[in-house]
């Protein structure tokens, strides 16, 4: 694919503390932009990083038609860079693309514009063991009006942004509460796509939790509010009596490509699965049996992130003694021995660039 580069005169990579890297703070020096209109997608580019301009009108900011996804790069020990499962993330982005109404953005322009804009700011890929740099593609509506309506323009970009880990807890084990009174989603609704609007029901329940001493907030469904769905940031897994039990996507839940890739991996373990509806008093009753093995967390961010304890009205339970279990461990060491290519290439999700 033919993409119009223009390289930076001033690199910021020298402004970067590469032993302190927090999460999505800082950005690489260049981004890859390209728009809709008329029908069809222009000629894509690669520019400096920078700021955009928009006008106040845009619809966007005000109806929020618009799809992001994350995926990362991993720089192996060989120095070369893996991205993983970016065909995964494609086939997401544009699940999420057509439940907005924006239109479709072929592989081959999402696959080239993440390749080039990594290969032009490789030297921005972390070289440290559990960092990587996190890839950010997004579009949005790029019409300038007020009212409810379909834009007829949309501006596709995507910006890079060298990452550590993205719980300050890193891979030791995080602290839930349930949601309580809020909903995050109902079957039909936004919770299956990655939309900003999909997180942004999350914000004022997850602030009330961390002033309460939670890492995030473990969501019910919003009908019957008994059902487990996902954490805010992650779906979720349970090690019950040997099985890992995992609620199933049936509309509100947002399918992980790490949940994905989790499950993948216990099919060819043989590790028995299950996908399937399971209550929070089911969770807290079979911890009382001392049946409750561990419970994790999958998700780009933070691959695997494994549960310490969980509050719900008013009563914790512990997991696994407030410590990382063996499963937990076992398929984070998995999947990032795949990413940083300690590990064979099992499913070809790694792409060499």
Not at 87 to 115: A, M, T
Request: aromatic residues 12%.
């Amino acid at each position: 694919m033919n993409i119009e580069v223009t390289k930076t005169m001033n690199s910021r990579i020298d402004k970067v503390d590469f032993n302190n890297l927090q999460f999505g703070e800082d950005f690489s020096d260049h981004m890859f932009t390209v728009f809709y209109s008329d029908g069809k997608w222009g000629t894509p580019k690669i520019v400096p990083y920078g700021k955009i301009e928009i006008e106040p009108s845009l619809c966007t900011l005000h109806y929020g038609q618009a799809v992001f996804e994350g995926l990362k790069a991993f720089r192996t020990a060989n120095g070369k860079i893996n991205l993983f499962r970016p065909d995964k993330y494609h086939q997401r982005f544009i699940r999420s693309n057509e439940r907005l109404c924006i239109p479709p953005i072929s592989y081959e322009l999402f696959n080239s514009g993440i390749k080039e804009l990594v290969l032009l700011d490789q030297a921005w890929v972390p070289d440290k063991q559990g960092c990587s740099l996190y890839i950010r593609p997004f579009v949005f509506a790029a019409d300038n009006f007020l009212g409810v309506r379909v834009a007829y323009t949309y501006n596709f970009m995507i910006i890079t942004s060298p990452v550590g880990a993205y719980y300050p807890e890193g891979l030791n084990p995080v602290k839930l509460i349930t949601s309580g009174e809020y909903v995050r989603a109902v079957k039909g609704g936004l919770g299956a796509v990655k939309t900003p609007a999909n997180y942004a029901a999350s914000l004022l329940p997850g602030e009330e939790a961390k002033k309460q001493g939670f890492t995030q907030v473990l969501w019910l469904d919003g009908v019957e509010n008994k059902y487990i769905e996902e954490v805010g940031t992650m779906n979720i897994m349970f090690v019950i009596d040997g099985k890992l039990i995992t609620p199933p996507l049936e509309g509100s839940i947002l399918p992980g490509v790490t949940r994905d890739s989790v499950i993948s991996l216990a099919n060819h373990w043989g590790i028995p699965i299950e996908q399937r509806p399971i209550t929070i008093d089911e969770v807290f009753a079979e911890a009382k049996k001392d049946r409750l093995q561990e419970v994790f967390g999958t998700g780009t961010a933070a691959v695997i992130s494994p549960v310490g304890w969980i509050q719900h009205e008013g009563e914790m339970i512990t997991i696994h003694n407030g410590e990382i279990g063996p499963w937990s461990q076992k398929f984070y060491d998995e999947i990032t021995g795949m990413q940083y290519g300690e590990k064979p290439n099992l499913f070809g999700w790694c792409h060499v660039l």
